[in-house]
Nanobody, 127 residues
Framework: QVELVESGGGLVQPGGSLRLSCVPS????????VGWFRQAPGKEREGVSC????????YYADFVKGRFTISRDFVKNTVYLEMNSLKPEDTAVYYC????????????????????WGQGTQVTVSS
């Protein structure tokens, strides 16, 4: 059974930072794109950032460029999303997703996430 487990969400003040982590089980994701998506109340899910199976391939949505950094550690089998300069509009449930087929590019996967999904972790940015 495939499972993705996210951690690292929480409450942070505007301008603060958080780091999300995602770890898979029952699934070898070395050849799969992995990404972070978010959904705020009343809004559609949107792609935030994705990384290809070679860590050099990354994609960022315009609204997080320069503030968020995605990375993957093949030794620790973990994908991270470092979030800096957080804004209230970043408040959402953040989901980790891994492509259910190999070799998607990061940009394609963030737009067309045929994926295994985690349960989500809440990120709240508020003073």
């Amino acid at each position: 059974q495939v499972e993705l487990v996210e951690s690292g969400g929480g409450l942070v003040q505007p301008g603060g930072s958080l780091r999300l982590s995602c770890v898979p089980s029952g699934f070898n994701w070395d050849y799969a794109a992995v990404g972070w998506f978010r959904q705020a109340p009343g809004k559609e899910r949107e792609g935030v950032s994705c990384i290809g199976n070679s860590a050099g391939s990354t994609y960022y949505a315009d609204f997080v460029k320069g503030r968020f950094t995605i990375s993957r550690d093949f030794v620790k089998n973990t994908v991270y999303l470092e979030m800096n300069s957080l804004k209230p509009e970043d408040t959402a449930v953040y989901y980790c997703a891994a492509a259910d087929a190999p070799n998607y590019s990061a940009s394609y996967f963030c737009r067309v996430p045929n994926a295994y999904w985690g349960q989500g972790t809440q990120v709240t940015v508020s003073s």
